[in-house]
């Protein structure tokens, strides 16, 4: 058959279209992006009609996917990895409440923090939802993981989390297909019940995911995507979780692998397989991508037993992701590396692009707040947290999704003022909108700026919610007309901006300031750059 | 065969399409194939790299060793000593000498070339000089496709498959443009490979 050439993003996205899903859900999230990106583009996808138009965030998205499941259809939900905290609470409660089509959750983790605030892993939250997690090894098992966890999700009725970090999301190889399968028909749950998560029932729902448990450890020790390779060399087994595998394979391409090794990509973990590596091996090495979450759990807190190795003791980095070349150091392997980097290269950050209108929005804003001094510029996530580097140095932090306006809020209830919200319109419409009910119910005196590019830059210019009704909206949420300004932010303007965000600070009360004008990343999107000119933008 | 290949350059200077030139070339012979990206926040004018891995056997890693590249390949002279760390004992730098400066602090212009020189094995060549010669200044990333080529274990028929297959939605002049900017930075490196020896 054919091979595709995919990337992890896409063939995962491939296995799930060709396993009959019938829609995605998502907010883009780099590494995740491409999941729902390919299915948007998918020539299957559109004769089908399966949903896949962005949503506010992973929380509306997680939520919207659920829906989808109650009604019998299979659905997904994709993120990055800081997008499951957004999403989290319906995602431990889509656990509860099981499915009735099959539910994928497929989370994209940042380890070195590639595009990220920080490394956290997704398994963490597996677990405690207390659901499958699939780990693929390459991109084929990334595809076949898609097509089956569906099925593993309506056999044993929970969400299944498929987890994947950046190296295999944004990694090409070539992928072979499944047949594909129809779509499932509407259908209502067989206890209407099911999904009323009213003490009573998620008592009873909640005994019921408890119960799962004997029979996914069975499943995971039967799963084709575990094996147990024995080896003759049992003073060392190895445990190589999903891409840790590849690493681990790397080294001995040349060389024999005389250690038992447990090839690890789905959990809750093969309980047989792993007692027996305790019980033949003189101790373990556990290589995994992320954080040491099987080497704390096979280590125990009073570390009796069979030595376990790997993050915690300092056998692998505590921190960043996995590397041939750190796991060829976990075995003692040594390799003749290349030459050092010459001294005169020096580092090339990211910046915002020539031309953006973040730019001369944060030209205005320094020139406004030069009387008042430093440390008052609320940020949040998208491209414009570039203003923290210089030559701008114009922000002061970035946290997460929202916490701009919250977090300016807080700042001037404690007395830091003129305090100021910097967020961009897709970041605005994810998750500001309630910090600015905040603010407004309580008058605080804020000046939150949304750079308006009309789109969701950072991760390749995808729809932003918020085109259209933008002032529609900060208005409906109680901010007066007279203090929400828009403008073109050009340097001819540079006069005129500065002097708006001047009078604003004067309010004692929410300013919301729009520079409005189209991302230059996006000016070859035809349907956006028609959308812009109908709007009247 | 096997070609581990480290493609280097800044976001946007299209180190993907040349990426993804080999990558269908690669498939349509039937080779294995491993090939990271980096997409996300260093696509802002940041650094950016790609790993490039084609074999008749079997790839594990998708990331290459240290000390194993076969291959640097990067379309900005700055950025191709940036991963010296990865290049093996006998592998090739092959760099555009353009420089691409959107930084305060770039180093002068005669100590990235004479790093370069230092290079046992390297090719340097002006692959924007020759775009725009042949009248595509877009072109620069494949011009550097094009001298890297001999180095890379691939039938060169095949490379201009996978340029026609890659620009083919964009127009057959933009197809025929880039293949004349492949053969060109071809050109460009035999005569310098032969000077060598």
């Given at each position: 058959?054919?091979?595709l050439?995919l990337?992890g993003d ?5 296995g799930?279209i ?5 829609g995605?859900?998502a907010y883009p999230g780099?590494?995740?992006?491409e999941?729902?990106e390919?299915?948007q583009?998918?020539k299957?996808?559109?004769?089908r009609n ?13 939520e919207?996917a659920l829906g989808?499941?109650?009604a019998g259809?299979r659905s997904?939900?994709?993120m990055?990895?800081v997008?499951?905290?957004?999403a989290?609470?319906?995602f431990i409660n889509?656990a ?6 099959g539910f994928?959750v497929?989370v994209?983790d ?12 997704s ?5 405690f939802?207390m659901?499958?997690i ?9 595809y076949d ?6 099925d593993l999700?309506e056999?044993h009725?929970?969400?299944v ?5 950046t190296?295999?999301?944004h990694s090409r190889a070539g ?9 499932r028909e ?6 209407p019940t ?6 009573s029932?998620a ?5 019921s995911?408890l119960?799962?448990r ?5 499943v995971s020790?039967e ?6 390779i024995?080896g ?8 190589a979780c999903?891409?840790?595998y ?5 080294n ?6 005389k250690h038992?090794?447990?090839?690890l990509?789905?959990y ?14 003189d101790?373990?090495?556990v290589?995994e991508?992320g954080?040491?979450?099987?080497e704390?759990?096979?280590k ?6 069979t030595?376990v190795?790997g ?6 980095p505590r921190?960043?992701e996995?590397?041939p070349?750190?796991v ?5 392997l040594?390799y003749e590396?290349?030459a050092d ?13 020539k031309?953006?209108?973040h730019i001369d ?13 430093p440390g008052?510029v609320f940020a949040d996530?998208?491209?414009y947290?570039l203003?923290?580097l ?6 002061n932090?970035?946290v ?6 919250t977090m300016?809020k ?5 007395g830091?003022?003129p305090a100021?919200a910097?967020?961009g ?5 994810h ?5 600015l009910?905040d603010a407004?119910?309580e008058?605080?005196?804020i ?5 308006d590019?009309?789109?969701?830059g950072?991760t ?8 259209g009704?933008?002032e529609a909206?900060?208005?409906?949420i109680?901010?007066?007309p ?5 403008f073109?932010?050009t ?8 002097n ?6 004067a ?5 919301v300031?729009?520079?409005r004008r ?16 109908e709007?009247?933008l | 065969?096997?070609s581990?290949?480290?493609?280097a350059?800044v ?14 070339a690669a498939?349509d012979n039937?080779l294995?194939?491993k090939?990271?990206e980096?997409?996300?926040m ?8 790609s790993?490039?891995?084609?074999s008749s056997?079997?790839?594990?890693s998708d990331?290459i060793p240290?000390?194993k ?5 990067s379309v900005?002279?700055?950025e191709s000593l940036?991963?010296?760390?990865y290049l ?6 092959v760099?555009n000498?353009?420089?691409f400066?959107n930084?305060?602090?770039y180093?002068?212009m005669d100590?990235?070339?004479a790093?370069?020189k ?9 692959a ?6 042949i009248?595509?200044?877009r072109s620069?990333n494949?011009?550097?496709?094009g001298?890297?080529s001999l ?6 028929e095949a ?11 964009k127009g057959q002049?933009?197809v ?5 900017a492949?053969r060109?930075g071809r050109?460009?490196?035999?005569a310098i490979?032969a000077?060598l020896?």
């Open positions: 058959m054919q091979k050439l990337l896409e063939a995962i996205a491939q799930a060709d396993a009959g899903m019938s995605v859900y780099t590494p995740s992006t999941i729902t390919y299915i583009g998918s299957i996808a559109k004769e399966l949903h896949s138009k962005w949503s506010s965030n992973e929380k509306t998205a997680m919207s989808m499941c109650y259809k997904m939900t994709c990055k990895h997008g499951l905290n957004v989290a609470d319906a889509a509860i409440t099981g499915v009735n089509g994928v497929v994209a940042d380890p070195s923090m590639h595009s990220s605030q920080n490394e956290q892993d398994r963490v939250y597996g677990k939802a659901i499958p699939l780990e693929p090894v390459n991109q084929q098992e990334a993981m898609a097509y089956t966890a569906f999700s056999k009725n929970v969400p989390m498929i987890r994947l970090t190296r295999l999301a992928v072979v297909r499944k047949p594909l399968l129809e779509e509407t259908s209502l749950p067989k206890d099911q999904f009323v998560l009213l003490p029932i008592r009873r729902n909640y005994k995911l119960s799962t004997p029979d996914l450890e069975k020790m799963s084709e995507y575990n094996q147990y024995d003759t060399d049992r003073s060392v087994g190895i445990v999903g891409l840790a590849n690493y681990l394979m790397e001995f391409q040349d060389r024999e692998l038992p090794v447990l090839k990509s789905q809750p973990m093969p309980r047989k397989a792993v007692e027996r590596m305790i019980e033949e091996c101790e373990i090495v290589l991508d954080y040491p979450v099987i704390e759990l096979l125990g807190y009073q570390e009796a037993g030595p190795k993050r915690l003791d300092g056998t692998l921190d960043g996995l590397s070349n750190n060829a150091a976990a075995f003692g040594s590396e290349g980097v010459p001294d005169l290269v020096e580092a090339r950050p990211p910046a915002m692009c031309g953006c209108g929005a944060y030209q205005a804003l320094n020139i406004a707040l030069e009387q008042y001094g008052r996530i998208g491209c947290t203003g923290a210089p030559p701008y140095n114009a922000v932090s970035c997460d999704m929202g916490a701009s306006i300016a807080g700042a001037a209830d404690a830091l003022l100021v910097v967020i319109d897709s970041t605005f419409t998750s500001g909108m309630t910090g009910l407004v119910n008058k605080t005196p000046t939150v700026i949304v750079s590019n009309y789109t969701t950072m390749g210019g995808q729809d932003s919610q918020a085109l009704h933008l909206i900060i208005e409906g109680g901010v007066d007279e203090h929400i300004r828009v073109k932010p340097a001819a303007n540079l006069d005129e901006m500065v708006i965000i001047k009078e604003e600070f309010y004692e009360g929410v300013s300031i729009i520079p189209q991302c230059i990343q996006t000016m070859r999107n035809k349907s956006l750059v028609q959308k812009v000119k709007l009247g | 065969m096997k581990d290949i480290i493609l350059g976001g946007g200077q299209g180190i993907l399409s040349i990426a993804a030139t080999i990558g269908m498939v039937d294995h194939l090939q990271a980096v997409h996300g260093s696509q802002r004018g940041g650094d950016v790299q790993h490039l891995r084609v056997k079997t790839i594990a990331l240290r000390g590249a076969d291959l640097i390949l900005e002279p700055m940036r991963y010296l760390p093996s004992s006998q592998g090739w730098l760099t000498t353009t420089p400066v930084i305060d602090n180093p002068e100590e990235v070339l790093k370069i230092e290079q046992p094995r390297h090719i340097a060549i002006d924007d000089k020759i775009a725009a010669e009248g595509s200044k620069s494949i011009v550097m496709l001298a890297a180095f890379i274990d691939i039938a060169f490379l201009e498959k996978g340029i026609n297959t890659i620009f083919e939605r002049k933009v025929d443009l880039n293949v004349e492949l060109a050109k460009a490196a035999e490979k000077q020896n």
